[in-house]
């Protein structure tokens, strides 16, 4: 039998976008002994695993205080509210982001200004950042999206020139870093995301804000909790709400924390794989020099993308799109897209975003790689 009459006879096993299980399991025993703990003490609510998170999760990011909250959309509203931002001000925002970003900033009245993204990262275009500063603007949410930590060398002096608060939407960048900083240590204060997905992910949803300035931290930390005064319960010093992180997802992170670091390598390996195996149509969007990128998603981008993917999903191989629709192109947003964002809606039709996480192996990259190194046609693997 030749090789490719086995390789037919033996249809290859599909590849998963994702695979949430596989990249629980060697978890498993940690995260149920974890687990079983706050089942055994019960203060489901404020447990000691959160403040130990916190502490530990503050330190990691190479930064000085954390508190953990209900999600990553929380985490960036309640950075704006504690900043005192709100109607009249505007936050420069990159116009390819996950929606979350920029409705933040609609959440506590402020107005997103969009900003196209540079080419090769598809990350906030720094020249087009300053120039989309006016009078109003009073803050940049940096999105260091897909893992990359966004030009910080070009942001900030825009940012200090302007007296403008950096927020950085770290929810996909869990331990990257920006010239030798990690992410969520370059700004006025950073968000992070736990949904299961993120490159540090919860059994559920979850998120943190990290920040320097513990006045901030303070505010944001009554913000989340009714606006109770820290040494009295009821006593309602601000207007505030219920966003918590709670016991049994702090005590998952705590666990996932400690492998989080070779988790990311690991994605390193993965993509290092993947650029020297994929066909030369099919590119992936470049790193910055100074960026050590922790590969929260692998995107390339390609000419032909449907064709591309009517050939992924006949070899039964997952993919996604980060994302299909730029915010300014959202119905949501329509009152706030004037301005022309060419490279993001270019883009937008040619990214695409192929299998990657953790425990993903070398030979399922390898067989992505086949699949898409096919020249159209029949497709048979
Ligand atoms: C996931 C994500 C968020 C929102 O986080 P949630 O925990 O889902 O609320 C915000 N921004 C970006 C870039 C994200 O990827």
New binding site residues.
Partial sequence: MTAAESSEAVPAAPVPFLDMIRVNAEFREDLENALRAVFDHGRFVGGPEVELFETTFARYCGTDYAVGVG???DA?ELILAALGIGHGDEVLVPTN??V??AEAVIAVGARPRFVDVLPDTLLIDPEAAAAAVTSRTVAIMV?H?FGQVADMDRLLPTAQRHGLAVIE?A??AHGASFDGRRAGSIGTAAAF?F?PG?NLGAVG?G?AVVSPDPSLIHKVRRLADHGRAANERHRHEARGRNSRLDSLQAAVLLTKLRSLDAANERRCALVARYHARLPAAVRPVLQHPKSRSVHHLAVVQVDDRSAVIRRLDEARIGWGIHYPTPCHRQPAFANHAEGGFPVAERAANRILSLPMFPTMTSLEVDRVCAVLALNGGAVRC
Avoid: I, M, P, R
Wanted: charged fraction near 15%; glycine fraction near 12%.
């Fill in positions: 999600n990553g959309t960036l982001t996950f979350a970003t999105v999206l939407d929810a996909q995301s949904y993120k949803d998120g």
